[in-house]
């Protein structure tokens, strides 16, 4: 530092006290002590000063860095979230896309199967109609032809007893049996 500068400062300083050009009231000694207050911060005071601000400066840095490596991991994170939701989004549409078909083709046999299941059962109750009617017509064919046979029987037993044996009778006797056959 430069004392000859100092000392040209005070000695001029001096000079304005003693001509009265400066007058000592309170305000002039605030001023003259916030003034030396300053001289000595700065020739005293300002390495350590500038360290102490140094090392705010390199605190502030160091946590700005942090934050914003912070706030890159976090967008980082934030993109790969939404990529595997997106992703499993995709997979969850597959999925049910596969499942709709799965269960198509499960409707599609269930149909099938309940198709081929009532064409059985009424394959099986038509059997059972046919064979109710076979025994129907077994039975009525039955007593049809006992009646008959046994209508045959007193006709041409009389006829033998008689012994004749003309054409117009036998077909005379078959028309009656016939008509009787439709009567009953």
Avoid: A, P
């Avoid at 890159?72 to 709709?100: A, G, M, P, R, W």
């Avoid at 059972?128 to 029987?153: A, G, P, R, W």
């Amino acid at each position: 530092m430069n004392y000859s500068l100092i000392f040209q400062f005070s000695l001029l300083i001096f000079v304005f006290i003693s001509k009265e050009f400066i007058v000592f009231n309170e305000e002039v000694l605030v001023l003259l002590s916030f003034f030396i207050f300053i001289f000595l911060v700065i020739n005293y005071g300002k390495d350590s000063i500038n360290e102490s601000l140094n090392s705010k400066l390199e605190e502030i840095k160091n946590e700005f860095d942090f934050y914003k490596n912070l706030q890159k991991q976090t967008i980082s994170y934030l993109i790969n979230y939404h990529k595997k939701q997106v992703l499993l989004v995709n997979n969850v549409k597959k999925i049910l896309e596969f499942s709709k078909l799965e269960l198509k083709i499960v409707e599609n046999y269930f149909n099938i199967l309940g198709r081929n299941k009532t064409k059985l059962n009424f394959e099986d109750k038509l059997k059972k109609i046919v064979n109710c009617e076979s025994q129907k017509n077994v039975f009525i064919q039955d007593f049809y032809l006992s009646n008959l046979n046994n209508f045959f029987i007193t006709k041409y037993g009389t006829l033998l007893k008689f012994e004749i044996f003309n054409k117009s009778i036998r077909r005379n006797i078959i028309l009656r049996s016939l008509d009787n056959f439709k009567n009953l």
